[in-house]
């Protein structure tokens, strides 16, 4: 039986520009609308592993999980629970497109490109015990032999519902809400996914279906997630005038768009009229040599002018750079920092070139063995993962955030408050905030460049090993009777840490347990062991507190493995019986 499908998103692992925007993709919703449809049972999960709870898994017929490069870990780690407890698995979205074998390596089916509809196929054969040799996208091991199937026409976006975002438990939470109006993209960018995924073909919903849409979200924020908002722009135009019309005008709501639209003043004039309030600009370079090599086919006087024009109407403007390109300097760097300043864009974002799975930046960094990493969390611009041709990746990487830090400074704060408002000021002033905490999180990765520099391979001994410790010892005194001490061990070991937690563990000297590893691990990214086969727990409450300060634990260490003297069955029934999340550790 296949009745109730469980459908999840996991968040991006690390702190970033867009951290403290809750918003899920739109993926999902759609194809869950379209299940709904025909008769499922459907939850709709996006968040953190917390966010996750074990009934939601064991509770659900089928898994399926969307991906982007960063989240793939996430994704797989979700997946490897589920089929442990034999819950089919299918993963989705631009990684698993493009990692077929390695997603096949996690769950049990891939559907490649775009699965609005060749989801639903999927389900109805598994429902019926037919193999999908026939559904257009899927891939999947039968009889030893990996198949591909052919991948499906473009989706014809007039024929999907609109999609039904209360199938998120946790919809109220929203702080932004997806609204798609098109797919495609007719430029092709070298280190974009988006034509690989989606086409260069502009494919477009109905003007009718969209402000239909839209209606719900009249006194909330939107963000059009198009690629291109304004690829066609006479429709663009035919959208803006429905929502002025019908008054169907979000109370925040901004879109991605190509400087070209700023050399048409009517669709400005109409996107002021319509209540935007900001645009996000791919501008990647000002270095001519950089975009021509991105194929971006626009210049920087095509960049000054547009923000000139978008500020000329009141719109704020996001600039997102690309940094790391085979002609970029360190003086492309400065040079693009002062000049994101000397325009006034309203907040940056200076991004590391990287190379998706599905591109030809990706295919030519490979092919030149100039990739440092495949871990994939860190696939996420805030990473230096390649080497680049005129700097360091330890250059490139220190250069940028020193780049960040000048932008979102305190004495650039209330740059342009008499240009756009308050609002630009309040986004500035979240830029300081989080690049700030996003250095504190990641000073590791700086260390594991300057490592991977002086030539110490990483998996040498993790990325970065502080001899801080030798050993620390620690013995917490029992709650009533002397034998119920606990013995805490901490020591350096071949390619991380291992704690050593003998003796009796309860609420009285938990808490000051992990309070001590916390303060004796040093600020870095290792792998981390600890080890409780000799633990004994006062009782499950114990237990289960213990599983949750673990995961809290995790946040600060590469992985955690557990070394525990059950099984992991059992250790199943008594994480469900609490209904945690799950949990981020390994059983070692």
């Known amino acids: 039986m296949l009745s109730k499908i469980t459908l999840i998103e996991p968040k991006a692992p690390s702190s970033h520009v867009y951290s403290m925007v809750n918003m899920p993709r739109l993926g999902l919703p759609l194809i869950g609308s379209h299940l709904q449809s025909l008769g499922y049972e459907v939850n709709l999960i996006y ?16 898994v399926g999980i969307s991906t982007t490069t960063s989240t793939a870990p996430e994704a797989y780690r979700i997946a490897r629970y589920a089929s442990e407890r034999r819950i089919p698995v299918v993963l989705g979205g631009a990684h698993a497109t493009f990692m077929v074998e390695e997603a096949l390596e996690n769950g049990d089916y891939v559907c490649r490109g775009e699965a609005d509809f060749t989801f639903g196929q999927l389900l109805d054969h598994l429902k019926r015990g037919e193999v999908p040799l026939t559904v257009p996208g899927v891939s999947f091991y ?67 279906q969209v402000l239909e849409e839209l209606a719900p979200y009249v006194n909330k924020s939107v963000f059009f997630c198009d690629d291109n908002f304004a690829a066609n722009r006479s429709r663009t135009k035919e959208l803006l005038r429905g929502m002025i019309d019908r008054q169907v005008i979000p109370e925040f709501w901004g879109a991605q768009v190509r400087t070209d639209a700023a050399r048409d003043e009517e669709l400005l004039d109409l996107m002021q009229q319509a ?33 000139e024009k978008f500020h000329e109407y009141g719109i704020m403007l996001h600039g997102m750079f690309v940094f790391g390109g085979d002609d970029d300097t360190v003086k492309t760097i400065n040079d693009t920092v002062d000049f994101a300043l000397d325009n006034r864009i309203d907040t940056a974002q200076f991004l590391f070139l990287t190379p998706l799975p599905g591109t030809s930046t990706f295919q030519q960094m490979e092919a030149e063995n100039r990739l440092l990493t495949r871990d994939w969390s860190l696939y996420d611009g805030h990473h230096v993962v390649f080497r680049p041709r005129l700097m360091s990746p330890l250059e490139l990487q220190v250069e940028t955030m020193k780049g960040f830090r000048r932008f979102y400074s305190a004495r650039n704060l209330l740059d342009n408050l008499l240009l756009t408002g ?46 801080t410790i030798e050993s620390f010892k620690q013995k917490l005194p029992g709650r009533n009777k002397p034998q119920e001490t606990l013995d805490l061990r901490v020591c350096e070991i071949d390619g991380g840490f291992r704690v050593e937690l003998i003796g009796y563990l309860n609420k009285f000297n938990m808490k000051k347990a992990f309070r001590m590893v916390r303060n004796a691990l040093p600020e870095t990214h290792m792998d981390l062991t600890i080890s409780i086969n000799q633990l004994n727990f006062d009782s499950e409450e114990v237990f289960k507190q213990f599983v949750q300060e ?32 799950i949990p981020y550790f390994e059983l070692s």
């Not at 900001?278 to 095509?302: A, C, H, R, W």
């Open 550 to 581: 673990v995961n809290r634990l995790s946040a600060k260490v590469r992985s955690v493995y557990l070394k525990v003297g059950m099984s992991r069955s059992r250790l199943n029934q008594v994480l469900e019986k609490y209904n945690l999340g």
């Open 47 to 62: 968040g953190s592993s917390d966010s996750i709870r074990m009934a939601d898994i064991a509770n659900s017929d089928l």
């Open 275 to 307: 209540g935007c309030k900001m645009v996000y600009v791919g501008f990647e370079s000002i270095n001519p040599l950089t975009l021509e090599s991105f194929n971006k086919m626009q210049g920087v006087s095509d960049i000054e002018y547009c923000i």
């Open 422 to 467: 308050k609002q630009a000021v309040a986004f500035r002033a979240a830029g300081y905030y989080l690049t700030r905490k996003w250095e504190r999180e990641n000073g590791w990765y700086y260390k594991a460049l300057e490592r991977q520099q002086e030539g110490i391979r990483p998996q040498q001994r993790g990325f970065e090993l502080q001899k």
């Open 142 to 208: 039968h009889q030893g032999r990996l198949i591909n199937n052919p991948l499906p026409e473009p989706v014809n976006l007039e024929t999907c519902a609109i999609p039904d975002l209360t199938l998120f438990s946790n919809s109220d939470s929203f702080s932004t809400y997806p609204v798609m109006t098109s797919r495609g993209c007719p430029f092709n960018c070298t280190f974009c996914s988006v034509t690989a995924m989606f086409g260069r073909k502009y494919r477009c919903r109905s003007i009718e």
